[in-house]
């Protein structure tokens, strides 16, 4: 029985191939088994970090589950972090996710993010400052590109569901499960957003904290509608804007694809200026209406007909570079700018 999965999701996963993201813990055990109740394939991946004594049965539970159902495994071993642990363990995780759906095929990634997940992500960026796309957080379904240029679905198909409500699924059938202590160590700040703020007051309040994220949802959605992508060759991105106040929330967007995240000065010189470079790594220019992030080009030298062909199309001068260096044509440019 899929009593989880809503109707639109269930169609989508029922088309192509999904590669789930597994850890053997509470959230990824109930979705492995939910999945298999609603007779949609699927493979998995597990990484193992190698930070508890437990990781290994971990893994080894992992592999029996892969084996008894018919699913294929993928197993790696992460390298040791040292400090910002949380930061480069999730960019090692998602590298390797990546890297399974460009070589296998596939073309979703399913996580198992849930309610008491989401409501820590609004917590962890409203102390920051946060704006409604940031708040809204989780997205049910966003496309990703790999950096080969695969376009893939991330979907989280429980984010409408309390982890109680996962864990007392996996209990009334019997399922088992693996508890990582790591989530109830203080030093890690989701975790500290988790015990004190998030649990409680997903445990007294949990359907209306559900209503206000997706109210938020929505107003996330009409931003987005005030923007769209003209061009993407998955390193350079074009976004033609029907209001340049929101030029930082179309950054921000096209950066996040692009695996970088803004931080919120960042965003605001977005609004401040209409030609940057972010993280010194892309160059972010605004020219009528269009926003052009690319990466940014240092110590090469333009011709100047390069650079006069770029002006009369309007392409400002950082892009300039990028084109050159890769060798595309300005008027290639040109006709998207001018459909």
């Not at 809204?136 to 429980?158: F, N």
């Not at 350079?236 to 106040?245: A, L, R, S, Y």
């Not at 650079?307 to 199309?313: G, P, S, W």
Request: charged share 35%.
């Amino acid at each position: 029985m899929a009593r989880f999965l809503t109707e639109d999701i269930e169609i989508l996963l029922r088309e192509g191939r999904n590669l789930l993201a597994f850890s053997a813990g509470v959230d990824s055990s109930a979705l492995f088994h939910i999945l298999l109740e609603a007779g949609i394939d699927f493979d998995m991946a597990f990484v193992n970090y190698g930070l508890r004594q437990q990781a290994k049965e971990e893994e080894e539970y992992a592999k029996r589950l892969a084996r008894s159902h018919g699913k294929k495994l993928y197993c790696t071993n992460a390298p040791r972090f040292g400090s910002n642990f949380e930061a480069k363990a999730g960019r090692f995780r998602y590298n390797f996710f990546e890297e399974l759906i460009e070589s296998h095929g596939y073309d979703r990634l399913l996580t198992a993010h849930q309610l008491n997940d989401r409501l820590e992500w609004f917590f962890m960026r409203m102390v920051r400052g946060a704006g409604t796309v940031e708040l809204a957080g989780m997205a049910q379904s966003d496309e990703r590109i790999t950096k080969s240029g695969r376009r893939y679905l991330r979907v989280k198909p429980l984010l409408r569901y309390e982890k109680r409500e996962l864990l007392d699924y996996l209990e009334e059938r019997g399922y088992s499960y693996y508890i990582d202590e790591s989530n109830f160590c203080d030093s890690y700040e989701r975790n500290r957003f988790r015990e004190r703020y998030g649990n409680p007051l997903i445990e007294e309040y949990g359907e209306g904290i559900l209503r206000t994220l997706e109210y938020l949802d929505r107003d996330r959605k009409l931003i987005r509608s005030l923007y769209s992508d003209i061009y993407d060759n998955t390193e350079m991105k074009i976004v033609f804007m029907k209001e340049e106040t929101i030029a930082d929330r179309a950054c921000d967007d096209a950066l996040k694809r692009s695996g970088y995240l803004m931080s919120m000065a960042e965003r605001e010189e977005v609004l401040r200026k209409e030609s940057l470079v972010v993280g010194r790594r892309w160059s972010v220019e605004r020219r009528g209406g269009y926003l052009f992030v690319a990466p940014y080009i240092q110590g090469l030298e333009v011709p100047k007909d390069f650079r006069e062909r770029c002006r009369i199309l309007a392409i400002p001068p950082k892009t300039r570079k990028y084109l050159y260096a890769r060798g595309i044509e300005p008027e290639s440019i040109g006709r998207i700018l001018n459909r």
